[in-house]
């Protein structure tokens, strides 16, 4: 079943702007990943946050994670215009690999 | 390091038919997952393979079935193909199953359309 739920669930943002976007679950959890897909594309991993971390960096990306809400947020500095993509959060419960998706967020970065 | 591979990239099938998906996965990685992308329901996780053993499954019809093999090369077969089976199928590699700190990547995906 799935269990990421992201809100906004579409955004536009001008070049240069901050995006944000929040992902909900509903179980415990092992890990919370997001992914990037390009137009109906395979998926890119962006960024994996274990259970007992509460945020993590990678180049213009943070993300949080608040296990006590269940909720995660995934935040992108400084917005390129390569950024325009589709972004699911997934959550992965313990002793296995299957990733639960949430229905995604599409973000649009105008130049 | 050669990615995850999926052929066919395109394929078109009539209601009925059955047909036949093949992933590979990164080269030593062991685990090959199954997804299922429609504009409707979103990603759905389909089935998991570990070392040629299926270790989970979604909750699909059993027209839907894969397999490993052993060098870890997965396929997936759907038989008795319906107009809602049009979909992206997506197959994912990790390293391995149940430590919770693998990601997992993803090859570009088969799109079947079912006419």
């Known amino acids: 079943s799935q269990q990421g739920e992201e809100d906004p669930q579409a955004l536009s943002i001008q070049e240069g702007e901050n995006a944000t976007m929040n992902c909900s679950y509903k179980?415990?959890?092992?890990?919370l990943q997001w992914y990037r897909q390009n137009s109906g594309r395979g998926l890119v991993h962006l960024i994996l946050?274990?259970?007992?971390?509460r945020e993590k960096h990678s180049g213009r990306l943070r993300v949080t994670l608040d296990t006590s809400k269940k909720s995660s947020s995934l935040l992108i500095t400084a917005s390129r215009a390569a950024d325009t993509a589709s972004y699911f959060c997934a959550t992965v419960s313990y002793g296995n690999n299957r990733l639960a998706f949430g229905k995604g967020n599409q973000v649009v970065v105008i130049p | 390091k050669a990615g995850v591979t999926q052929t066919p990239r395109y394929l078109i099938k009539t209601r009925g038919q059955q047909v036949t998906l093949s992933c590979s996965p990164i080269s030593g990685h062991r685990s090959v997952s199954w997804y299922q992308q429609t504009p409707g329901q979103g990603l759905q996780f389909l089935f998991e393979y570990f070392s040629e053993t299926q270790r989970n499954k979604g909750n699909f019809p059993g027209r839907f079935s894969g397999r490993q093999f052993s060098n870890s090369r997965s396929e997936m077969n759907v038989s008795t193909l319906e107009l809602g089976d049009s979909a992206l199928y997506l197959c994912?590699?990790?390293?391995?199953?149940?430590?919770?700190?693998?990601?997992?990547?993803f090859g570009q995906g088969t799109r079947l359309t079912v006419v």
């Open positions: 179980t415990s959890i092992n890990n």
């Open positions: 994912a590699s990790s390293l391995a199953v149940g430590t919770g700190n693998t990601e997992a990547f």
């Open positions: 946050i274990r259970s007992n971390e």
